[in-house]
């Protein structure tokens, strides 16, 4: 992963170069651009491996533009992407514990949150006119960091069968518009055609349990009456995610 932020610094550092050598330009080569956005995922699955399935999130960019033509520019770029998925539950384990054990079971209710942070390298092909810019290209995620957070105790959570993914690629496509004076609104959507998870997934199962307790000689007895589990998860987990930006060109 080293490898590539440093190829991708040094890739920025020669297309900033090469644009300060061009013939045709607005003077406005350099920029950074600060990102709102919703990461959705897209997957076959009755539910994903996030606690919810959109989630709120933002970015921060240096980006150069690289000016081939009057028109035509190639916008390069390296950011940091943050992702956060959340959702609000409520969840009761009824429990008994024997005399001598451990005590089990409870109530929690709070927010299940997963954050991640990602490298973003997006090189687009730029075509520009005084009313606005269209753009489009390839965009490559580096995971850098993750973090989960779950109201449930760890003991009474499955135990993960799949891991984050650490490099993704996609493509973006984008609509805005640059001021006179440097300043740029846009708005971008990208599709991450690689899976944001690899393993086999099968953890991904629902299981429910039925059970009757009773007491008898002074003890408490629990049987199990009738348990099940469904195969929850799917076949591919994709990003579709949808950003509005603004930005500045010096």
Known sequence: M?????AALLLLVCVYTAAGAAEKTDGKLFGVRLGAQISNLITDAHWGPYPDISGPGGL??????????EHFYIHPAIGLDNRNYFTYGEIGIPCVALEGEEPCGGYWEGYDVNSFFYLEIPVMAQWRTSALFLEAGPVVDILLHMNED??????YRN????EDKRIGAGVAAGVGHVFDFGLSI????SFQFTDLVEGDKECLTSTRVESEMWEENGKIHTRV???SSEYMG??????????LGIGYWF
Request: glycine share 2%; with cysteine; charged share 30%.
């Open 2 to 6: 080293k490898r590539l932020v440093k």
């Open 186 to 189: 846009d708005a971008r959507v």
């Open 225 to 227: 009456v009738s348990s």
């Open 234 to 243: 799917g076949s591919y987990y994709k990003l579709l995610k949808l950003q």
């Open 150 to 155: 779950y109201i449930l105790p760890e003991k």
């Open 159 to 162: 135990d993960r069968c799949y």
């Open 60 to 69: 921060f960019s240096f980006d150069v533009a690289f000016p081939v033509s």
